[in-house]
């Protein structure tokens, strides 16, 4: 069953000529991919004439740079696709994987465009890119509470979506509204209900994929197997996911928020303390997160800042009473909290104001146009106060005039999953999650490579008091630091194990398995994407 509109004939007809036309082979070059693309359907000539972007069209640098998300891949020295297509349904994708492969093209699949490393939109290799930008429907079911989102839509036009349908109904995903769903759930993408509902991918009852061999699958005719490896196996390594379907969550009507802002000069150092045994500790309708930087005080000094940002599934009546007797260091104000629908806090995790419209949900302009590198850590023991102030003495570096730390708590529902219901498998153990970000506004290759050293020193520094052995990280902050694969696809088992391990524990090597038997030669790759096995004929 097709759940979105699309050309019936077309698609009878492309499948007709797949069947009878011979097998061509093409040398990897643009023209051949795209003569190959036309030879294969009469079907994909308007394909080709309105959604093919070569280096030769005026639209294709708009196109590609329309969705990078880290100016630091806009140079000219990026790998950029030797084509651009922005399909608009699936039934076009099929033809799309089969040219690749005969002209010797890798494919790169972008939603939103927000891999950390850009390795949606830029390779080595000489590939295609699909981008999946039109893409974009979403369509709700309000009896069973479910939602069928093409793979190319933004978070914030899902939420936008289930705004205009229920002030009731929500999906557990994050705060930023420009992700693409597809790889937002791909990485095992989370938000501010991950305590009450877990990751988003946990919530996705079915999906549609096309494989390697340009099969159009749903959960059913993939088999759970492949089912599993999607939902938080990383993007880019079984194929191309064109759809999910969404079970979506009850959550009240009237929820609370507060943010409250404390430097070191009012006593920041002890509250980021207590926030680690209070926070992953709370009941699962309350999530109190933070975010650490740099700011600049009134005398033009610099300062470190926590901002408490909390979101809880209630009144303020209720919610004050339970941070007075959790967390009364923090002194929260009944000022300090506003009551909100879903969607109004969602905008204020999304760096809006909750009374802004929810036209806002819906645009594709990022947030900052900074460049950054990023990382990320799973602490399992509290950090000690010592281990804080050697912190704040790196904030005070030239370098780390913009760095940012999201600490994100567990606990909740995200404790109760086992490690192995879905690949991501950071659960019980861990008391939060930390992104490491660090933002730059001078231009030129020499600052960013002074900064992301940086940002290594950083990481390095903290060493001793995260996840070991391995070092937990998070496939959704993809740090290429931490491992990467061969160029040509021949990556180790061993190899791979380097990045796999960290970002997918014991579930790595069941990844590899299903990408051995979905993708057996290895086609859908990049620089992290899951290796197939290497077998070794006996003699």
Not at 265 to 283: D, G, I, K, M, S
Request: proline share 6%; hydrophobic share 40%; charged share 20%.
């Amino acid at each position: 069953m097709n759940y979105f509109p699309n050309n019936i004939s077309s698609l009878l007809l492309t499948l007709l000529v797949i069947s009878l036309s011979p097998l061509l082979v093409y040398p990897h070059s643009h023209e051949d991919f795209v003569a190959c693309l036309s030879h294969r359907s009469a079907a994909n000539q308007d394909l080709v004439s309105t959604n093919v972007y070569t280096p030769i069209n005026s639209s294709y640098t708009p196109t590609l740079q329309f969705s990078i998300r880290n100016p630091r891949f806009r140079s000219s020295a990026t790998a950029n696709p030797q084509v651009i297509i922005t399909p608009v349904n699936e039934t076009q994708i099929p033809d799309i994987v089969h040219c690749a492969k005969y002209t010797g093209l890798q494919i790169r699949t972008r939603g939103g465009g927000h891999d950390y490393e850009g390795v949606s939109y830029q390779s080595p290799i000489p590939f295609v890119m699909v981008d999946l930008i039109k893409m974009r429907e979403i369509v709700i079911n309000r009896e069973e509470e479910t939602a069928w989102v093409q793979a190319g839509a933004t978070l914030g036009e899902l939420y936008y979506r289930i705004s205009q349908t229920s002030r009731t109904l929500a999906f557990p995903a994050g705060g930023c509204f420009t992700v693409g769903v597809g790889g937002h759930i791909s990485g095992g993408g989370y938000g501010a209900l991950i305590r009450k509902f877990g990751i988003a991918a946990e919530h996705v009852v079915d999906a549609r994929i096309i494989d390697v061999n340009g099969r159009i699958l749903d959960r059913k005719s993939m088999g759970e197997e492949l089912f599993w490896a999607i939902r938080g196996g990383g993007g880019g390594s079984f194929g191309i996911v064109s759809a999910w379907k969404m079970q979506l969550v009850r959550v009240p009507e009237t929820l609370t928020i507060f943010t409250v802002n404390r430097t070191l000069e009012q006593n920041l150092t002890q509250l980021v303390h207590r926030w680690q045994y209070v926070a992953p500790n709370l009941p699962n309708d309350l999530f109190v997160a933070m975010v650490i930087r740099n700011v600049n005080t009134t005398g033009g000094n610099r300062t470190v800042q926590a901002t408490f940002i909390s979101l809880f599934l209630g009144g303020v009546d209720n919610l004050l009473p339970l941070l007075a007797d959790r967390f009364p260091e923090l002194g929260v104000r009944r000022e300090d909290c506003t009551e909100v629908t879903w969607v109004q806090a969602a905008m204020v995790f999304g760096n809006r104001m909750p009374n802004a419209s929810t036209e806002v949900l819906r645009t594709r302009a990022p947030y900052t146009n900074n460049p950054f590198k990023a990382k990320s850590d799973y602490i399992q023991e509290p950090i000690p106060v010592h281990g804080f102030e050697g912190l704040w003495k790196l904030f005070g570096e030239k370098e780390a005039k913009f760095v940012e730390l999201n600490w994100a708590p567990y606990g909740g529902r995200m404790w109760e999953v086992p490690a192995n219901a879905l690949p991501f498998p950071h659960r019980r153990g861990n008391l939060y999650k930390i992104l490491h970000l660090l933002y730059w506004d001078e231009p030129g290759r020499e600052a960013s490579e002074r900064h992301v050293n940086w940002m290594r020193k950083m990481y390095a520094y903290l060493e001793p008091f995260v996840s070991k052995n391995p070092r937990g990280a998070y496939i959704n902050y993809r740090d290429l630091d931490i491992g990467v694969n061969n160029n040509e696809g021949n990556t180790s088992y061993a190899q791979a194990s380097e990045w796999g391990l960290k970002y997918f524990k014991t579930n790595f090597k069941r990844l590899v398995r299903i990408k051995t038997m979905a993708d057996p030669t290895n086609f859908f790759r990049h620089e992290q994407s899951i290796p197939t096995l290497r077998w070794k004929r006996n003699h």
